[in-house]
């Protein structure tokens, strides 16, 4: 009864962020049927926890209002602004009916959907894992931008999503478990667990762990520190590829020692454009059908958290802007 309704339905509540720290749930209509679109109804979606807290907290530079606006984005990212990127569910009306798909779009209960942008998910897929999409073509974006090979030494810093991730697509692309350092120790069991991390260990225990003389390390954890050690792990000529986006933030990084003389690339990776080393082979239809590919192994449901209603989620950003401990992946159910 509740997805008749649902799907009946010419308005739909949205998240819309008010104001730094402050989301609420408005009511706003959908749109009528047209040629060419499709009316997904979500089943679950995902907060990508670092661009989302400094969207949530107003730490958007200004310059970059525009280039970094998500697609079905209301408002603007100078608040307040309808905003989020990880949707799955089932379309119920339209030439894709029936079908289940992920869609990159805000945080909201209904939502009218051009059908280009819908990407079936494969049977192997479940709704749940689907939500992984978004941050899993970011992670393996940054392997491919760091033209990593299959017998060069690699780390990742960060046991976040975003981290956990490129461990997982690096492992995927080379068959080498990764090494992750993470500072938070419950996260760092957590890491060492995963079938494709070798080893987590923390921040101060690298320089005993082997590491300095890496080819590739990749940055996620969103902190000067954290880059400033990535830098310091590889070697001659070694890539450090930066995931991380600091928003407003200011970083600063020690230059004068062995960066120059050992010729260390600091590379950034954004998922906007496919990398270079696989553009014109696969472009961005090959990278989409690689990340189905990847989604269908079932390890990846241990990163995923029980889900929270989507009634919570005003709260939920709230406590994420204030430095509340979230899950590594936290999920959002929209059948409650």
């Known amino acids: 009864m509740q997805t008749k309704t649902r799907a009946a339905s010419s308005t739909a509540r949205a998240l819309w962020i008010e104001a730094p ?64 990127y990880s949707m799955a569910g089932r379309v119920t009306e339209g030439t894709l009916a029936g079908q289940r798909v992920f869609c ?25 894992r689907a939500v992984l999409f978004p941050n899993l073509e970011t992670a393996l974006n940054a392997v491919w931008d760091g033209e990593l090979t299959a017998h060069e030494p690699y780390v990742v810093f960060g046991a976040g999503a975003l981290g956990l991730l490129t461990a997982f697509a690096a492992h995927a692309e080379t068959g080498r478990a990764a090494t992750v350092v993470e500072s938070d120790p419950a996260r760092r069991a957590a890491a060492a667990e995963l079938p494709w991390v ?85 472009g961005y239809a090959g990278r989409t059908a690689r990340v189905l590919e990847l989604l269908g192994d079932p390890g990846l ?15 939920f950003l709230g406590r994420l802007c204030r430095g509340a401990s979230v899950p590594v992946v936290p999920l959002i159910d929209y059948s409650v």
């Open 198 to 282: 070798a080893r987590a260990v923390a921040p101060d225990a690298a320089p005993d762990e082997g590491l300095g003389e890496c080819d590739v390390a990749f940055h996620t954890t969103a902190t000067g520190a954290g880059l400033q050690a990535a830098l310091d792990a590889v070697g001659f000529e070694g890539r450090v590829v930066e995931l991380s986006w600091y928003g407003t933030t200011a970083v600063e990084l020690r230059l004068g020692g062995g960066f120059h003389s050992q010729r260390k690339r600091l590379i950034a990776s954004q998922v906007a454009h496919v990398a270079p080393r696989e553009r014109e082979r696969l």
């Open 301 to 315: 449901d241990r990163l995923l958290s029980r889900a929270m209603p989507f009634s919570q989620l005003p709260d």
């Open 104 to 128: 990159m779009h805000p945080h909201q209960e209904l939502a009218r959907i051009e059908d280009a942008h819908a990407v079936p998910l494969p049977d192997a897929v479940p709704t749940r």
């Open 21 to 84: 720290g402050r989301a609420s749930l408005r009511v706003e209509n959908i749109g009528g049927a047209r040629k060419g679109t499709s009316l997904l109804e979500p089943e679950f979606g995902a907060v990508s926890v670092g661009t989302e807290r400094l969207v949530a907290r107003g730490s958007v530079p200004e310059e970059l209002h525009g280039s970094m606006a998500c697609r079905y984005q209301a408002g603007g990212l100078g608040l307040p602004v309808k905003y989020g």
